[in-house]
């Protein structure tokens, strides 16, 4: 994966989540999800969950706190008992933790992400980080996972208005929350549903 | 004399001293029983005695008819039936609590500004409830729930006896948010803006229902309804698959089944044309709960939860046209593909068919211990 240069103003640039497209941020409040019945306060909270499949202790503390820089933290703390093959699937896990954001906060989220037009999604970060790009006078440059990320979305779900109502785990060992294996997750509001999610295309295989 | 001993405890099973006191007596077991269901359905006329009680327990096989009797009466002695004095004291404690909680100096001042809906169809536990609780006030204090929001309806109390899988709560709360007052907003606006506060006062709340009625609503209105809501229950039934350390006051047949079980529950999504969901909350896991603080053992627990589940079995293979949320442990979501809710709670109003049915049905050759009204 390589980085890339971004003209500011073709972009859309996010980080603090009070700021206009703070929404777009896996740190920003009001796209709570819902996984393995229980509801997480945000995409961040999900996202270290999943790095402890065998401590289903650290998963609860994790999304209990209500902070997600503080969920963040307790990541942080734990990160020896990180999933030994986290770096080998961190962008399919966080793609996935996307899809059920943009899955089970439809309405808002996808008109966020929809509000971005066809300009480029770019998380904003003071250092180097794969998630983001730094600033570099007219431009960005970084990885930008996180804003690829989204940007794959808008273009595969949202722009064509195909809801996603059933989002598939991914393909990893070991996946599980709470000590139960993470399945199909669904929208069941309505009892007619099937449980076939979309066929998935990983941005970073 | 035979005493059964309980290899998890390293003690006879049996929870007195073997050298003073003879063996369980079934009869004064049954007897016990008696005193604690003892206004079950008085108000219809039923009446809760030795026979009905035998006759329940000798349906189930000779061998296991002490044990299950025994570790019955071990569960209701933790407060698993409300009687109606229970229930009396239930409902004044909760709106007292409930006008400290909201500074009011007296109760009237609190019902002047409470609102007690009654969302529910005629029949149904709210209005009763409500009947019952005008009652609590007039003998109490002199006067009613007619009352109640004479200043404001700021404080809206939604009462029943209990909240199992969260469809009836669900339904209820969502269609009042819908509507619209007077002044063009919705209740749904106003419990935003926190000009009305909406209460859901129970008897018993499931904490996997109480989630889904959260979610449900978030999922219909907005993420701002979320924790907006007011839930409060005498008895908590904490029977959420995933969260931690859940004490399991419910019954909940773990994975060590015969093969019937799996059959039963692969066999579900036939003739649906639906998807089931849920399959992998089926069964619990052995160890858990981690500490057991509600059935006598664990042992004990398995024995008696294995027992409701394979007499409830029995029963719906008799059965020709099954519904599609009965199921051996009590009325589920019909997409749920589990053995039923498995509630144990109980109410001398009437028996919640979330419990396994070897309580309550009444048909295919089998005699219920409780009668049920307006359900199965």
Same mark, same amino acid.
Not at chain 1, 132 to 158: H, I, P, Q, S, W
Not at chain 1, 181 to 189: F, K, L, N, S
Not at chain 2, 247 to 253: M, R, S, T
């Given at each position: =994966?390589?980085?890339?240069?971004?003209?500011?103003?073709?972009?859309?640039?996010?980080?603090?989540?009070?700021?206009?497209?703070?929404?777009?941020? %896996? $740190?920003?409040?009001?796209?709570?999800?819902?996984? %393995?019945?229980?509801?997480?306060?945000?995409? @961040?909270?999900?996202?270290?969950?999943?790095?402890?499949?065998?401590?289903?202790?650290?998963?609860?503390?994790?999304?209990?706190?209500?902070?997600? $820089?503080?969920?963040?933290?307790?990541?942080?703390?734990?990160?020896?008992?990180?999933?030994?093959?986290?770096?080998? %699937?961190?962008?399919?896990? $966080?793609?996935?933790?996307?899809?059920?954001?943009?899955?089970? %906060?439809?309405?808002?989220?996808?008109?966020?992400?929809?509000?971005?037009?066809?300009?480029?999604?770019?998380?904003?970060?003071?250092?180097?980080?794969?998630?983001?790009?730094?600033?570099?006078?007219?431009?960005? @440059?970084?990885?930008?996972?996180?804003?690829?990320?989204? =940007?794959?979305?808008?273009?595969?779900?949202?722009?064509?208005?195909?809801?996603?109502?059933?989002?598939?785990?991914?393909?990893?060992?070991?996946?599980?929350?709470?000590?139960?294996?993470?399945?199909?997750?669904?929208? @069941?509001?309505?009892?007619?549903?099937?449980?076939?999610?979309?066929?998935r295309e990983f941005v970073f295989a | 004399m035979w005493i059964k001993f309980d290899c998890e405890k390293g003690k006879p099973a049996v929870s007195r001293d073997i050298f003073t006191q003879p063996l369980a007596d079934?009869?004064?077991?049954?007897?016990?029983?008696?005193?604690?269901?003892?206004?079950?359905?008085?108000?219809?006329?039923?009446?809760?005695?030795?026979?009905?009680?035998?006759?329940?327990?000798n349906q189930f096989e000779l061998k296991d008819r002490e044990f299950f009797i025994e570790e019955f009466l071990h569960l209701l002695k933790q407060g698993i039936y409300v009687d109606e004095m229970k229930a009396r004291e239930l409902l004044l404690k909760s709106i007292m609590e409930l006008g400290r909680r909201f500074k009011f100096t007296n109760l009237s001042d609190f019902l002047a500004n409470a609102d007690f809906v009654n969302l529910q169809d005629e029949g149904n536990s709210q209005l009763i409830l409500l009947e019952l609780l005008d009652d609590v006030l007039k003998n109490k204090y002199g006067f009613s729930l007619a009352r109640c929001g004479t200043k404001s309806k700021k404080y809206v109390v939604y009462v029943d006896d209990i909240l199992a899988t969260g469809g009836t709560v669900f339904d209820d709360v969502s269609g009042w948010m819908k509507k619209t007052e007077k002044d063009g907003e919705t209740n749904y606006e106003k419990i935003i803006k926190g000009d009305k506060v909406f209460i859901i006062e129970l008897f018993c709340m499931h904490t996997w229902g109480k989630v889904n009625v959260e979610w449900r609503l978030k999922s219909k209105f907005d993420e701002k309804i979320l924790n907006k809501l007011i839930y409060r229950a005498y008895y908590v039934i904490e029977n959420h698959p995933s969260k931690y350390g859940q004490?399991?006051?419910?019954?909940?047949?773990d994975k060590n089944q015969p093969q019937i079980v799996a059959d039963y529950l692969d066999e579900l999504p036939e003739k649906r044309t639906y998807g089931m969901t849920k399959r992998e909350y089926a069964l619990r896991n052995p160890n858990a709960p981690t500490e057991e603080k509600f059935y006598s053992s664990r042992t004990n627990r398995k024995k008696f939860e294995d027992l409701l589940l394979m007499e409830g079995l029995k029963i719906l293979k008799r059965v020709e046209e099954l519904k599609p949320n009965q199921r051996p442990m009590g009325i589920i979501n019909p997409s749920y593909q589990t053995l039923g809710l498995g509630t144990l709670f109980f109410t001398w109003r009437n028996i919640s068919n979330t419990t396994p049915i070897v309580f309550w049905w009444n048909n295919n050759g089998w005699t219920p211990l409780f009668e049920l009204i307006n359900r199965g």
């Open positions: =994966m390589s980085a890339r240069r971004y003209l500011i103003s073709e972009s859309i640039l996010f980080r603090k989540t009070k700021e206009e497209f703070g929404g777009l941020s %896996n $740190m920003a409040a009001g796209y709570s999800l819902f996984v %393995n019945e229980v509801i997480i306060p945000t995409s @961040e909270h999900l996202y270290q969950a999943c790095r402890f499949p065998d401590y289903p202790n650290i998963q609860w503390d994790i999304i209990n706190e209500k902070s997600p $820089m503080k969920a963040k933290w307790i990541g942080r703390a734990n990160i020896k008992l990180t999933r030994s093959d986290w770096d080998q %699937n961190v962008f399919k896990i $966080m793609q996935w933790a996307l899809e059920v954001k943009l899955s089970q %906060n439809w309405k808002t989220f996808s008109s966020l992400l929809l509000s971005t037009g066809d300009k480029n999604i770019v998380e904003l970060t003071p250092q180097p980080k794969i998630w983001g790009a730094v600033k570099d006078g007219d431009y960005c @440059e970084g990885f930008n996972a996180l804003g690829r990320l989204l =940007m794959y979305l808008r273009e595969t779900y949202v722009k064509p208005n195909i809801y996603n109502h059933c989002v598939s785990p991914i393909d990893i060992p070991n996946f599980k929350f709470l000590g139960i294996p993470i399945g199909v997750i669904c929208d @069941e509001r309505e009892n007619t549903f099937t449980a076939d999610s979309l066929p | 079934m009869d004064k077991v049954i007897q016990d029983i008696c005193d604690i269901l003892h206004d079950y359905h008085k108000y219809n006329g039923f009446k809760f005695n030795h026979e009905r009680v035998e006759k329940w327990v004490k399991l006051n419910f019954a909940y047949p």
